[in-house]
């Protein structure tokens, strides 16, 4: 059974604006919380991730994911986009009763100008 | 640099052809995986490896074998290709334990015709 849902598929914005990319998880899996990008005609790379302490962690290149314990979610925030964040974006909770992440099917963000 | 290689990047293949897709990693990663990815469906995890020797099924392992006769090199092997197994595959490798994140390698591109 999927353990891990992104809400949106496509999310188009303009750039310079603001961005939420929703991803919530079933609470059968553990709290280890990753967030991949893949950029055009490339393998994923790792985002951020959330293993413990402060629920807000942050990435080089200015996006943030809040941990949300009672909401189950991982949504991936940036408060101003560029043409380069075009990616697709991966939501993948650690599957705890197995050895593996459990990837969303991913949310596809098109910046425009 | 971290490195994850996959033998190819395109390759076209005909119903009932043997395929070997070849993966290698140079980080001494106790840990690989092959995934395929598919347009609206993310990443689903084939088989994934935690030691030379060792495989475990992953979610979608039908129509697959791998082989793992080396810590760096990760086979996953089509045994009689079929067309929908016409796919985007991708390799990662990791080191062990849930926290650390997966290194990914470009992906194949297979075609079976």
């Known amino acids: 059974a999927q353990s891990v849902t992104q809400l949106d598929s496509q999310v188009p914005v303009f750039e310079e604006a603001p961005v939420e990319l929703r991803c919530n998880y079933s609470s059968s899996v553990s709290v280890y919380l990753f967030w991949y990008v893949q950029y055009p005609n490339q393998g994923l790379q790792l985002l951020l991730k959330y293993l413990s302490g402060s629920t807000l962690v942050e990435s080089i290149n200015g996006f943030e994911a809040e941990f949300n314990k009672s909401q189950t979610s991982f949504h991936l925030r940036k408060p101003s986009v560029h043409i380069s964040d075009t990616a697709e974006y991966f939501c993948a909770p650690y599957n705890q009763a197995g050895t593996a992440l459990i990837f969303g099917k991913g949310t596809t963000l098109s910046v425009s100008s | 640099d971290v490195k994850v290689t996959q033998s190819s990047r395109y390759l076209v293949k005909r119903t009932g052809e043997k395929v070997f897709l070849e993966c290698v990693q140079d980080m001494d990663h106790e840990n690989m995986f092959w995934y395929r990815q598919d347009p609206g469906l993310g990443l689903r995890l084939i088989y994934f490896s935690y030691d030379v020797k060792m495989k475990e099924k992953g979610d979608i392992p039908e129509g697959y074998s791998v082989s793992r006769e080396k810590k760096e090199r990760f086979s996953l092997i089509l045994e009689s290709a079929s067309t929908n197994q016409t796919s985007m595959y991708l390799c990662?490798?990791?080191?062990?334990?849930?926290?650390?994140?997966?290194?990914f390698g470009p992906g194949t591109r297979l075609t079976v015709t």
């Open positions: 990662a490798s990791s080191a062990l334990g849930p926290s650390y994140e997966q290194y």
